[in-house]
């Protein structure tokens, strides 16, 4: 079975760091790209970032720009989502994505066509 | 970044109704456009990507429909399994982005 299960989500204080993990399985981990999606309480959705399936190419929202680092252990089927110098406006529930390619044209991209249940991350003192 | 705007936020409808939710963006995105759906308490599910094509397992009451900047997600006849709340999404280039969400509540 597909799955993804998110972990590392807790309560944290104004400027301080958390680890998220993201534990993936039942698909050949290292041929997909990867991405975390958030949440905030009662509101949309907000992509955060993007990662590879080689770990070489990664993206991030401006809000997230020099804060957040995405990663990836292909040999541990895991993707990583380090946070520093959180704010409160990061409080959201955190999911992982799994993505697939679309290939139109000359030109390609991924989509996320299967999501992990999220980890509730809350900013606060 | 491309700005997108979903219409509209809250509908209201009845079982067996056909809705429709519309998507425009500030820029052509060719068809890198998904449509997901998310219930309460629960993670999104894929719908709809590449503007128009199924995924695996949808109910063909579903389509999509559109290019370049104007889409469209219809529901041809509303079950009650379908009272949630859709996003559109671009994946045209990078920041991706989503649409403000329509909630599609029982009428």
């Known amino acids: 079975e597909v799955q993804l299960v998110e972990s590392g989500g807790g309560l944290v204080q104004p400027g301080g760091s958390l680890r998220l993990s993201c534990a993936a399985s039942?698909?050949?981990?290292?041929?997909?790209?990867m991405s975390w999606v958030r949440q905030a309480p009662g509101k949309g959705l907000e992509w955060v970032s993007a990662?590879?399936?080689?770990?070489?190419?990664?993206y991030y929202a401006d809000s997230v720009k020099g804060r957040f680092t995405i990663s990836r252990d292909n040999s541990k089927n895991t993707l990583y989502l380090q946070m520093n110098s959180l704010r409160a406006e990061d409080t959201a529930v955190y999911y992982c994505?799994?993505?697939?390619?679309?290939?139109?044209?000359?030109?390609?991209?991924?989509?996320?066509?299967?999501w992990g249940r999220g980890t509730l991350v809350t900013v606060s003192s | 970044a491309i700005w997108m705007t979903q219409s509209p936020s809250l509908l209201s409808a009845s079982t067996g109704d056909r809705v429709t939710i519309s998507c425009r963006m500030s820029?052509?995105?060719?068809?890198?456009l998904a449509w997901y759906q998310q219930k309460p308490g629960k993670a999104p599910e894929l719908l709809i990507y590449?503007?128009?094509t199924l995924q695996s397992g949808v109910p063909s009451r579903f389509s999509g429909s559109g290019s370049g900047t104007d889409f469209t997600l219809t529901i041809s006849c509303l079950q009650s399994e379908d009272f949630a709340t859709y996003y559109c999404?671009?994946?045209?280039?990078?920041?991706?982005?989503f649409g403000q969400g329509t909630k599609v509540e029982i009428k």
């Open positions: 999404q671009q994946y045209y280039s990078f920041p991706w982005t």
């Open positions: 590449a503007a128009s």
């Open positions: 820029q052509g995105i060719s068809s890198y």
């Open positions: 994505a799994k993505t697939s390619p679309y290939y139109y044209g000359s030109g390609s991209s991924w989509y996320f066509d299967l």
């Open positions: 039942g698909f050949t981990f290292s041929s997909y790209a």
């Open positions: 990662i590879s399936g080689s770990g070489g190419s990664t």
